[in-house]
């Protein structure tokens, strides 16, 4: 029950992030208590993802919103991104090649496992 809770808490928070569902202090709200890896796997995700894409105005602007308003979410994900955990996803993944369900779900599996 525990691991589905945390799957849809992360997936809100990517979500909130690509789709401007809520305010940047709304996604902050969440943000701001997620493990710092999963901070890490979101931020990169989303650059990656949208690199290039055609929705990436919206994305990466809300995105770099988030950041500049709320510094502390790049903090966490510089500290998330030390985590061994990161080096084991980009080893055997691409960020790009994952959509944010099937994402989510194997990076709180590994993170929780």
Same mark, same amino acid.
């Given at each position: 029950?525990?691991?589905?809770?945390?799957?849809?808490?992360?997936?809100?928070? /990517? #979500? &909130?992030?690509? !789709?401007? &569902?809520?305010?940047?202090?709304?996604?902050?709200? /969440?943000?701001?208590?997620? !493990? =710092?890896?999963?901070?890490?796997?979101?931020?990169?995700?989303?650059?990656?993802?949208?690199?290039?894409?055609?929705?990436?105005?919206?994305?990466?602007?809300?995105?770099?919103?988030?950041? &500049?308003?709320? =510094?502390?979410?790049?903090?966490?994900?510089?500290?998330?991104?030390? !985590?061994?955990?990161?080096?084991?996803?980009?080893?055997?993944?691409?960020?790009? !090649?994952?959509? &944010?369900? #099937?994402?989510?779900?194997?990076?709180?599996?590994?993170?929780?496992?």
């Amino acid at each position: 029950m525990e691991f589905e809770r945390e799957q849809r808490e992360a997936l809100k928070i /990517l #979500e &909130s992030i690509e !789709d401007g &569902s809520m305010r940047a202090a709304e996604s902050f709200q /969440l943000i701001e208590h997620a !493990d =710092p890896t999963l901070v890490y796997f979101i931020v990169t995700w989303l650059q990656k993802r949208y690199a290039g894409h055609p929705a990436a105005e919206g994305v990466l602007g809300r995105l770099g919103e988030l950041c &500049s308003t709320y =510094p502390a979410v790049t903090e966490l994900a510089k500290e998330g991104q030390a !985590d061994p955990v990161v080096e084991w996803f980009e080893d055997a993944y691409e960020y790009r !090649d994952l959509g &944010s369900r #099937e994402f989510i779900a194997l990076i709180v599996e590994k993170l929780e496992g």
